[in-house]
């Protein structure tokens, strides 16, 4: 038997041999390793059954319409990074943070304790108890996270096993893991793909399982990001004042349209740009030039990230939080930025 399998899966153990009885039943298996994400449909297996003297053959195809989903390598990402989030988020819980007053919310009234601030003083509530009482803060929760996924051509490149999109895909879902456990409500909106998506921000561990099966199919086209009519379209979608997390890989060419589109959202938004640097590049700057041809390559290398650098830097003179990141590191450095202005209340 020959399971004729759709294109991205790839069979170990086949054909695979089976003796039955006759009107017998039985079962066989073998192990499949998916080469992408989607939805995939397998539509025929190939039987040969040998004659009675086995000096012929009869081959059978039978229609066996069957469809799979294929995630994520979320084995890894829920394995050892989500643990050691979970780690990070117990060692944070403990650190005293400087906090601006801004994005935080009564929590409880208590005694008050050594190294509380003065203006945490509950005057009424020690006047009552005639002792001093001091207002308990926490964190703000309810707050609201959307992505803004590119899934143009520029996300397409390859670092490693992973394309960029696949990376910026796995960090949004470890920041969401995250988000969602500090009591904020996550959203998505792509652009630039076949099919543009938005899910509405909704908090609870069931938002994770609805962007999960949201993303999982999602793949980059060849068109241009443009990062206009995604502002347009977000903002007509989600009113409320939230943190808008645009991953992309920006260019210099980008400049006016994309500083429009950033201005416009900042308006109504709290906005953090992440950007996603080719490895390549950083390799090309630390490799020493020994010919004519590495010394051109070198020289390309260096006006790009020239230009990139100018970019971002003309993108905080908007006031914009600008995040330039290698892909591999897009999700730890998500959650850092996320988790320092939400202790600082900036959110």
Same mark, same amino acid.
């Given at each position: 038997?020959?399971?004729?399998?759709?294109q991205?899966?790839?069979?170990?153990?086949?054909?695979?041999? @089976?003796?039955?009885? !006759?009107?017998?039943?039985?079962?066989?298996?073998?192990?499949?390793?998916?080469?992408?994400?989607?939805?995939?449909?397998?539509?025929?297996?190939?039987?040969?059954?040998?004659?009675?003297?086995?000096?012929?053959?009869?081959?059978?195809?039978?229609?066996?319409?069957?469809t799979?989903?294929?995630?994520?390598?979320f084995?890894?990402?829920?394995?050892?990074?989500?643990?050691?989030?979970?780690?990070?988020?117990?060692?944070?819980?403990? =650190?005293?943070?400087?906090?601006?007053?801004?994005?935080?919310?009564?929590?409880?009234?208590r005694?008050?304790?050594?190294? #509380?601030? +003065? =203006?945490?003083? #509950?005057?009424?509530?020690?006047?009552?108890?005639?002792?001093?009482?001091?207002?308990?803060?926490?964190?703000?929760?309810?707050?609201?996270?959307?992505?803004?996924?590119?899934?143009?051509?520029?996300?397409?490149?390859?670092?490693?096993? +992973?394309s960029?999109?696949?990376? !910026? +895909?796995?960090?949004?879902?470890?920041?969401?893991?995250? !988000?969602?456990?500090?009591? #904020?409500?996550?959203?998505?909106?792509?652009?630039?793909?076949?099919?543009?998506?938005?899910l !509405?921000?909704?908090?609870?561990?069931?938002?994770?399982?609805?962007?999960?099966n949201?993303?999982?199919?999602?793949?980059?086209?060849?068109?241009?990001?443009?990062?206009?009519?995604?502002?347009?379209?977000?903002?007509?979608?989600?009113?409320?004042?939230?943190?808008?997390?645009?991953?992309?890989n920006?260019?210099?060419?980008?400049?006016?349209?994309?500083?429009?589109a950033?201005?416009?959202?900042?308006?109504?938004?709290?906005v953090?740009?992440?950007?996603?640097?080719?490895?390549?590049?950083?390799?090309?700057?630390?490799?020493?030039?020994?010919?004519?041809?590495?010394?051109?390559e070198?020289?390309?290398? @260096?006006?790009?990230?020239?230009?990139?650098?100018s970019?971002?830097?003309?993108?905080?003179?908007?006031?914009?939080? @600008?995040?330039?990141?290698?892909?591999?590191?897009?999700?730890?450095?998500?959650?850092? =930025?996320?988790?320092?202005?939400?202790?600082?209340?900036?959110l």
């Open positions: 038997m020959f399971d004729h399998l759709p991205g899966l790839e069979h170990e153990d086949l054909p695979q041999t @089976i003796t039955l009885p !006759a009107r017998g039943e039985g079962s066989i298996g073998y192990r499949l390793r998916p080469s992408s994400r989607g939805h995939f449909t397998f539509e025929h297996c190939e039987i040969s059954l040998p004659g009675p003297l086995r000096l012929w053959t009869a081959r059978r195809h039978v229609a066996v319409q069957s799979t989903r294929v995630y994520p390598d084995a890894r990402l829920y394995g050892g990074q989500l643990l050691a989030v979970d780690n990070w988020l117990s060692q944070l819980g403990v =650190r005293q943070l400087q906090r601006r007053g801004l994005g935080m919310e009564f929590n409880q009234l005694e008050f304790r050594e190294g #509380d601030s +003065l =203006r945490q003083i #509950d005057w009424k509530a020690t006047a009552r108890q005639r002792t001093p009482i001091a207002r308990e803060y926490q964190d703000e929760r309810d707050q609201q996270i959307v992505f803004m996924l590119d899934c143009g051509r520029r996300m397409r490149s390859q670092d490693g096993d +992973l960029h999109f696949d990376h !910026a +895909l796995n960090a949004c879902l470890l920041l969401s893991y995250v !988000a969602l456990r500090q009591g #904020d409500s996550v959203g998505l909106a792509t652009f630039a793909g076949e099919h543009d998506r938005y !509405a921000p909704v908090k609870g561990a069931g938002q994770l399982n609805l962007l999960l949201s993303v999982y199919d999602l793949q980059t086209t060849r068109k241009p990001a443009d990062y206009s009519s995604a502002v347009r379209q977000l903002m007509v979608r989600h009113k409320k004042r939230s943190l808008v997390v645009l991953i992309t920006l260019r210099d060419e980008d400049d006016e349209e994309l500083l429009a950033v201005r416009q959202l900042g308006k109504h938004h709290r953090l740009i992440a950007s996603l640097r080719e490895e390549v590049l950083d390799s090309l700057r630390q490799s020493p030039v020994q010919t004519a041809d590495e010394a051109l070198y020289c390309g290398a @260096i006006s790009f990230l020239n230009a990139r650098t970019l971002h830097d003309r993108l905080r003179a908007q006031g914009m939080a @600008i995040m330039d990141a290698r892909p591999k590191e897009l999700g730890p450095q998500l959650i850092a =930025r996320y988790l320092n202005w939400k202790k600082a209340g900036t």
